[in-house]
């Protein structure tokens, strides 16, 4: 398969960017964050972002989305990683979507149409940690009657804080660090023994830590198989993975033509900056790594979107070389900017918290890295 968008997906590109270029410029971002705004996003804007159907970008047909698949989700993402659009696309549209298309079709059917809508909102509560470690989930699922009680509490939720619906991995068997015994759960934020608090993160996007004590969902509220919720899990962050690396695209290329722009106007010793052929080369430099990675991650969608069991190496491919090449866009960008480039009053410093909260998201490049490794059986 050719590494070319084909018409329909260059279509919906150009759609998005023109939506979100036109309705959430960065300033739209530095605006709520200013404002310190409680929700994090605008519901206007998502409202119109699901009336153009990006919500149910990945909803099947039959329950009132698209049908579209992750290369398509991949595209929407590199649009939102241009300006920084706050959304809940990622969480939502992405990550949620992707784990109820693999429930019940009651599940399916009480949910998915109205995400498509623009109505519910969903956030996957994965980490309990630091660093992204889904195997060394500890939280707990006991049985209690027909259904389950769950303790513990997860971190790093993004808008886990305005979510209508927690998609929640706890541990029914085992120990952390193993793969069997992990279960998914369906569970209303609003339920008692749910306690939420929003957290801002380093780039002024939200999440939440959440904590569960004595929380009580029924069988109802499983997600695919007691405890076989690895599989199910894998296949919902190699998707979330694909996407983040595509948003870390989008984001180093606007860096990018940020920074040439700047090198173009900006004079120093009677010279244009870009003049210097040291620069040069680091822009040359900047420019291929940002395509060899575009590359690898629209490889990695279009082999989820066919199946293949060489997905999942592909998407540790895609997110360990978009976390580097975004690492280096935003460094880059900064230096070349000079001393300009380190405030406030710049936008360059938030591309670049923004590429250190995308390399964390759902594992950063060394993680990815490792589980290359261990999928090669290294």
């Known amino acids: 398969m050719p590494l070319l968008l084909n018409e329909e997906q260059t279509m919906l590109r150009d759609s998005a960017r023109g939506f979100i270029g036109d309705k959430a410029p960065v300033s739209h971002f530095r605006q709520l964050r200013d404002a310190k705004d409680a929700t994090g996003f605008s519901r206007d804007y998502w409202r119109a972002f699901s009336e153009m159907g990006f919500a149910g ?3 099947p047909e039959a329950f009132g989305g698209s049908g579209l698949g992750a290369v398509e989700a991949g595209v929407v993402m590199e649009e939102i990683g241009r300006t920084l659009m706050p959304s809940p696309f990622f969480s939502t549209a992405v990550l ?8 019940s079709d009651a599940q399916k059917s009480e949910y998915l149409p109205k995400i498509a809508s623009g109505v519910l909102l969903a956030a996957l509560a994965i980490d309990e940690g630091a660093k992204h470690r889904p195997l060394q989930t500890a939280m707990k699922a006991a049985r209690s009657g027909n259904g389950f009680k769950l303790n513990g509490a997860k971190a790093f939720v993004v808008d886990g804080h305005t979510a209508d619906l927690l998609i929640v991995a706890a541990r029914s068997a085992g120990a952390p660090g193993e793969r069997d015994g992990l279960t998914l759960f369906l569970v209303d934020p609003k339920a008692k023994g749910v306690a939420l608090e929003r957290t801002a993160m380093v780039d002024s996007h939200n999440a939440a830590r959440i904590t569960f004590e004595n929380v009580e969902v029924t069988a109802d509220s499983l997600l695919g198989d007691v405890d076989q919720g690895g599989a ?20 180093s290329d606007e860096v990018f033509g940020r920074t040439v722009t700047y090198l173009k106007e900006r004079k120093q010793f009677g010279k244009l900056i870009g003049e210097f052929q040291a620069l040069q080369h680091r ?8 395509e060899v990675t575009r590359a690898a991650v629209l490889k990695a969608l279009q082999l989820i979107d066919d199946g293949a069991p060489t997905a999942p190496a592909a998407i540790a491919v895609a997110k360990a070389k978009a976390g580097t090449t975004a690492t280096l866009a935003v460094q880059e960008g900064v230096q070349m900017h000079g001393g300009m480039g380190m405030t406030d009053q710049f936008d360059i410093g938030f591309f670049m918290k923004r590429a250190r909260v995308c390399q964390e998201l759902l594992g950063d490049s060394n993680y990815h890295a490792d589980q290359l490794a261990r999928l090669k059986n290294y």
Do not use: F, K, P, Q
Request: charged fraction near 10%.
């Open 232 to 251: 199910l899990l894998d296949s919902v962050l190699n998707i979330g993975c694909g996407a983040v690396a595509a948003e870390m695209v989008g984001l």
């Open 96 to 103: 949620g979507v992707s784990a109820l298309n693999r429930g």
């Open 57 to 59: 970008l990945l909803v």
């Open 283 to 290: 822009a040359a430099h900047l420019y291929t790594e940002i």
